[in-house]
C-alpha cells in the first residue's frame, strides 16, 4: 500500500497519552513517521491531529491559533492533579450557583496570566510535567499570557471555551472557583475543535483501526491542511531546481510572502516568494507515483 502525506484526527479517548496514539496510527499504517499536532493531556479527549509521514514537516506550517474545548467542573472539591484522577487535598463547602458563575466569567475574556498545573502536559527540561509531577518531583512552571476568546455555561457547571494554544482549561477552572471563593476540579475535558480540525472530521481509535486499509475518507491531503497558503504553480523543471535548494526566477505575479509551490508531477514545496523569485524553504513531497 503506498500511504500518501497528510493528517488524519483521532478522537483521543480518556486514559491514552497523545503519544500513545501516534503509536497506534504509525504501528497500524506502517508509516515511517507520525507526530501529533496539538498535546492533549492523558485525562482528556477529543481532537488530536496526526500528521503522516511527509505531514510531519508541514507541521511548523499549519495554523492552529485557536482551540475550543467543552468541560465540566466539580465545585468545591480541589485535587492535586485538578481533575478528577487527583486525590481531594482541599474541600469548600461553597459551591455557587449557575447566576453567581455566570456573573464572574466575563472577567476571564482576554489576555489573561495563567500557571499551569504541575500534572500538565507542558514540557519542563525536556520533559512532561506530569511524567514528573507522577515521579514525586515538582516541576517549576512559569506563569504565561493566554488569550480567552470566549466562555460560556452550556450547562449546569458545563462550559464552552475557545482559546489560544498553550491555555490550561484545569487551571481556568481553578482560577474561576478562586474568583468565587471556593475551589474546583476538572472533572471531564474535551477538545472539539483545534484549528480547522474539529470533531466532526474525526475518527475514534478503534474506529481507525478497523478502516486504516482504506484511507480516502479520513486522510486530510497536504493540499487541503496547508489551504490558506497560496499556491503557485511549477513547472517539474523548476520543481528538479527547488528541490535541490536552488532559488528560481518565475514570472509570477503576486504579493511577496509564504507560498506552495506545486508541479504536476505531485511536488509540493514551502517557498517564500520576493521580487520575482522563489527561494526554498520546506519539502514536504517530492513527486506521487504513478497512479496516485
Known amino acids: 500500500m503506498f500511504l ?16 500513545f496514539v501516534d503509536s497506534v496510527v504509525k504501528k497500524r499504517l506502517k508509516a515511517r513517521k507520525v507526530g501529533h499536532i496539538g498535546t492533549l493531556d492523558p485525562f482528556a479527549t477529543g481532537v488530536l491531529a496526526i500528521a503522516v509521514n511527509g505531514g510531519t ?12 474545548y467543552e468541560f465540566e467542573v466539580m465545585f468545591g472539591k480541589r485535587t ?9 487535598v482541599e474541600t469548600s463547602g461553597i459551591v455557587p450557583t449557575d447566576k453567581e458563575i455566570e456573573a464572574i466569567l466575563p472577567q476571564f475574556i482576554g489576555e489573561i496570566s ?18 514528573l509531577a507522577r515521579k514525586g518531583e515538582t516541576p517549576e512552571i512559569k506563569p504565561r499570557k493566554v488569550t480567552i476568546y470566549n466562555l460560556e455555561m452550556i450547562g449546569e457547571n458545563k462550559f464552552k471555551a475557545e482559546v489560544s494554544p498553550g491555555t490550561y482549561i484545569r487551571t481556568l477552572a481553578e482560577d ?32 481507525f483501526e478497523k478502516i486504516a486499509d482504506n484511507l480516502s475518507s479520513v486522510l486530510i491531503s497536504l493540499e487541503n491542511v496547508l489551504d490558506d497558503i497560496p499556491v503557485i504553480p511549477v513547472s517539474c523543471q523548476d520543481a528538479e531546481s527547488l528541490m535541490q535548494g536552488r532559488c528560481i526566477s518565475t514570472t509570477f505575479i503576486g504579493e ?22 522563489l527561494s526554498p524553504k520546506k519539502l514536504l513531497r517530492s513527486f506521487l507515483k504513478e497512479g496516485e
Do not use: C, H, M, W
Not at 57 to 68: F, L, N, Q, S, V
Not at 114 to 131: D, L
Open 4 to 19: 500518501k502525506d497528510g493528517v488524519i484526527v483521532i478522537d483521543k479517548p480518556e486514559g491514552k497519552s497523545s503519544a
Open 57 to 68: 514537516k508541514a507541521i511548523p506550517y499549519i495554523k492552529t491559533e485557536r482551540k475550543t
Open 80 to 88: 492535586d492533579t485538578s481533575d478528577k484522577t487527583g486525590t481531594v
Open 114 to 131: 495563567q500557571i499551569p498545573s504541575i500534572f500538565s502536559a507542558i514540557k519542563v527540561g525536556g520533559k512532561r510535567a506530569y511524567e
Open 176 to 207: 474561576i472557583a478562586k474568583a468565587l471563593n471556593t475551589v474546583a476540579y476538572t472533572s471531564s475535558l474535551r477538545r472539539i475543535k483545534d484549528g480547522k480540525f474539529s470533531i466532526e472530521g474525526s475518527v475514534s481509535l478503534e474506529d
Open 256 to 277: 511577496n510572502g509564504r507560498y506552495l509551490a506545486s508541479a504536476e508531477n505531485g511536488f509540493l514545496e514551502v517557498v517564500d516568494f520576493s521580487d520575482g523569485v
